[in-house]
């Protein structure tokens, strides 16, 4: 059987009773470590499970998938997942892959991000779409996500944006070559997220959002240093919120009087 | 300390471990039980638990707060809410209400119907505003939530529609008596909101949705017994899927191509 199991967002002791009695009945365990991380180390997560983790990175997940799934054709294998295990894509093809090898999958669902960002006081049924902001190179710098925040704010919806994880990318220069180079791990921060939104604006003529537009930045949401602060976008741009994860929220022009009250103690000027 | 822990949104083993253990070390435990429900019962939770739990309807929450905070002011109070702690307005009230008390508040995440609704195989980014559905009356019959699906379809969204729960409601004749006298416990099914979505689509001269687009049902996400079906409106309207809690998903016009092959496995005729 595959087991597919959210971990939360914070330590080792945010898995559910039931994922934790899953784990520790299973043949194998790996643990996605691509989309997203804890704020706790792998060892720390081995020592509380008892088990052994095998560390997944996108090679494995993605190119090595028959190989898991046909562990869990003989066996009990789980894949851990931090947050939700529904909350990237690679995820429910995995699960695709399953059945039609006639495996039988089962998800244990935890806290996303998507839903622990209401920590912050903004009412959840008024986000919009959530957005992703890439890390930009010198050469690439997408900014599709620029008008779904317009059209949210249009539509007095708050944004909830998802900043870019970069793990285990293989440089440039050894893409093509045998032995692939890595990257040092990257995570963007809610401070480099608000420069590129700032560059957009520069040269967009956009008038629906502008520097002045509230944002909040969460740092860390569902662990003991989770930081939380509200502050213009520009302000944003000089924020430093420390360790990841971050994640970035442009808010909707009117705010519900309950969460205009919940984000004062939140701002800084 | 006052502790607000999410309990998952299936059974006793949902919770995380964290939040067991605080559970395990209060002082007096309160369930909340009207803006959502899990499938079993308190009972269970308690023996779970090892602790007695206080069921806390709308009235000891919203107007017996000061009870509660009182007592987390002298002891370890926890109230339990199904899902995640932040999904619903009146447990954001409660938490700011403690802080102008000077109380200190920490709330433990866990899955919420919001990220879990991913179960489907639908992209979680690809949902736009999540609506209510609420209850219609002879007299009452409010359609807003019509326009905001439209407004997700129009941009390419997919709309989660959470539906009504009635517990613990007073009857009309008993509002103004003393002794109020309480309806059955109603939980809309999405056979329910399928019929109200048709019956505003047949007095609306909207051409943004038919009875044709392509709807979800989910009832007991998370659960053993979890059900999914994907058809159109109008056959939803003729769909039996048991036990609350049900939820409704509008799918928005274009698919990717992973979200249609997943959907294949819960396509009724």
Redesign the interface.
Known sequence: MFFLI?L???D???????G??IIRKCDKVYLESYTSILTCGVQALEEFYGKELTVADRDLVEQGADEILGEAKESDVALLVV?????A?TH??L??RA?EKHIEVK?I????I???V??C?L??????????IPFWSDTWKPDSFFEKIC?NYR?N?HTLCLLDIKVKEPTLESMTKKKKVYMDPRFMSVKEAAIQLLEILKSSDSTVIDEKCLCIGLAR??SETQQIVACSLSKMASVDLGEPLHSLIVVGPKLHP?ED??LQ?FKIV
Chains 1, 2 share one sequence.
Not at 12 to 18: A, G, H, L, M, S
């Open positions: 959210g939360g967002l914070g080792c002791k945010d898995i559910t009773v039931k934790l009695e947050g939700d295990p529904f909350g894509t429910t093809d699960i695709l059945k998800c669902h935890n806290a996303s998507l839903s622990a209401g920590c006081g009412q959840l049924y008024s986000f919009g779409e959530t957005v992703s059209n539509n919806l949401v569902g309950l009250e919940y103690q």
